[in-house]
């Protein structure tokens, strides 16, 4: 049998430490650097910062031949690549942004076996042209970041990655390893089909940051001034720290920058409606400046290293727990403690379905988006350890409580209101789902004004006299949250309806606990 004369583990540890100047892997790293050096497939899931990169480059830099790496934003690569040029390894880009010329040496490069890695984006790996290239030149591996962008279960879907598939075919003996942070089972099963990676070996790190101190806290609803003053509030106490303040909207995010710098913080604003020199010049400060917060939509995170974030605070919450979980990831990349604030509040349950529905995609894709949106409310306004919540989800069913997020500092008293549940939903279905919510809690509590006779001859009408005012809005609300009742915008007369089928039934029945935190001030009597 041919001897094996793949790289070894030791020169890989050699070449990390001459390079990077690390002195060891950590986590996966060493695994999945083995499987890659000795010509096998990979899907590796490794935590925002847990070091992907390198588990992709070390074996390119080791193996014969080019190392090819997909990636989806052009920032993303050209940090890279220039990050390894300035430590000596030979990278370049192919991208749109180059001029012709520029192609060219970079094919030159990659034809003479200079090149020890070569960027490419999935749009330009589409075209035919690109591939045939490719073809001639001897590759060493190949690595597609991000890989979640394949599967529509993810957060982050780009049709382009669709075609990477085919990579399977024009380069068989290649191995190909597969990066990305956000994975939850069947995202993961999506990527090992799109991707035709049905032999690959798949490693899942363990989703913990110990250093991360998470908490969540319920807005004042439908008051935007009293969430921006409370940003304000939280920006100040840690006066001096650098961090990511996250908006839903351009709006929200120039209002809130523009409150925090009226309170002496250096805040920069950061979004879409910036043109990108613009963006980076934004991005510059913020990596320069002390004590320089971020405040930001998702146009901005994905590939930002900045190791010294101390917090992330979510003005506005994220879409889902992945989304959650690499947004807050931004803090704390130093090991170093950091934390990670979110605000929400039922009218943002209701914005993000919102949203949802407006966007051209597949019925069962929205679906999952849907359930998706409510999982992350459930955990945001649930009383399970968030950390624990979060990577069970992503099914490290055996994840402990962290010790250190608001549930474990001060669990919160909960209390079993499966009965105000089913009488709550009751109430709303007995009503034709055609009424908001103070209404429904006045049908609820005998309060209606002016109640006619057919709504007082519904058996639900004031059957709810066990529970404060207080009492049901938090039971609605959490309601809302579960997604057992969803709240239908309607023109700005927000009506509440029924929520999932099977869910609302699964209440009926008693099957399904439904626990809400106190204090909601409860039975007290009314007179
Ligand atoms: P990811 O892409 O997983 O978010 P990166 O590859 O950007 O993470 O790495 C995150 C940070 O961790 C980088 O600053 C990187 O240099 C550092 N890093 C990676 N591997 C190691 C290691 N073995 N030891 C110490 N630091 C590491
Ligand atoms: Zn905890």
Not at 36 to 53: E, H, I, N, Q
Not at 165 to 180: K, Y
Not at 345 to 353: E, K, Q, R, V, Y
Not at 459 to 483: C, K, N, P, Q, Y
């Amino acid at each position: 049998p041919p001897a094996d004369f793949s790289p070894t583990l030791d020169e890989a540890r050699t070449l990390l430490e001459r390079v990077w100047g690390h002195a060891d892997f950590r986590g996966l790293q060493a695994s999945v650097i083995q499987e890659v050096l000795a010509g096998r497939d990979v899907l590796a899931v490794l935590p925002t910062g847990g070091g992907k990169s390198v588990c992709y480059q070390v074996p390119a830099i080791l193996r014969p031949g080019v190392g090819l790496v997909v990636s989806p934003l052009i920032a993303l690569m050209t940090d890279q690549v220039e990050a390894l040029k300035q430590q000596g390894v030979a990278a370049a880009r192919l991208d749109s942004g180059l001029t012709m010329d520029e192609r060219s040496a970079v094919w030159r490069a990659a034809r003479s076996g200079e090149l020890d890695l070569l960027y490419v984006s999935p749009e330009g790996l589409a075209s035919g042209a690109m591939l045939e290239r490719l073809a001639e030149l001897p590759i060493s591996l190949i690595a597609i970041d991000e890989a979640h962008c394949v599967s529509q279960w993810g957060h982050d879907f780009r049709p382009d990655y669709r075609t990477l598939g085919r990579l399977a075919e024009i380069f068989p003996r290649v191995p190909r390893i597969a990066v990305t942070a956000t994975a939850d089972a069947r995202t993961r099963d999506d990527i090992l089909a799109s991707l035709k990676l049905g032999e690959a070996r798949v490693f899942v790190d363990s989703f913990a940051r110990p250093n991360l101190q998470l908490t969540a806290e319920r807005k004042v609803n439908g008051s935007r001034a009293r969430t921006d003053a409370r940003v304000v509030e939280l920006v100040r106490e840690r006066r001096g720290r650098s961090g990511v303040v996250y908006c839903g909207s351009r709006d929200g995010c120039e209002r809130v920058a523009d409150a925090l710098r009226d309170a002496g913080t250096n805040a920069i604003a950061y979004h879409a409606g910036f043109d990108a020199r613009e963006r980076d010049r934004r991005l510059e400060r913020f990596l320069a400046e002390d004590g320089a917060v971020m405040v930001a939509t998702i146009a901005f995170g994905m590939g930002v290293d900045k190791p010294d974030v101390r917090f992330v605070i979510h003005a506005d919450p994220p879409g889902s727990l992945e989304a959650y979980w690499q947004e807050i990831g931004r803090a704390g990349r130093d090991g170093e403690p950091a934390e990670g604030v979110t605000l929400y509040g039922p009218s943002d349950i209701a914005w993000s379905l919102r949203r949802l529905d407006g966007r051209p995609m597949a019925e069962e894709v929205k679906q999952v988006q849907t359930r998706k949106v409510r999982q992350l409310f459930a955990m945001l306004d649930g009383a399970t350890c968030r950390p624990q919540a979060v990577r069970r989800y992503f099914g490290e069913q055996d994840a402990q409580p962290c010790g250190v997020c608001d549930v474990c500092g001060d669990p919160p008293a909960t209390f079993d209101a499966l009965v105000p549940a089913q009488k709550a939903l009751a109430a709303v279905q007995r009503l034709g789902e055609r009424f908001g919510r103070t209404r429904v809690i006045d049908h609820l509590m005998g309060r209606t004004k002016d109640v006619q006779p057919w709504e007082a001859g519904l058996s639900t009408w004031g059957v709810g006299a066990d529970l404060s005012l207080i009492g049901w809005r938090d039971v609605i609300d959490h309601l809302m949250f579960e997604g057992l009742l969803v709240e239908d915008p309607n023109e700005g007369k927000p009506l509440i309806r029924l929520g999932d089928p099977q869910a609302v039934r699964a209440v009926y029945r008693g099957e399904r606990e439904v626990r809400v935190k106190e204090p909601p001030t409860r039975a007290v009597a009314l007179d």
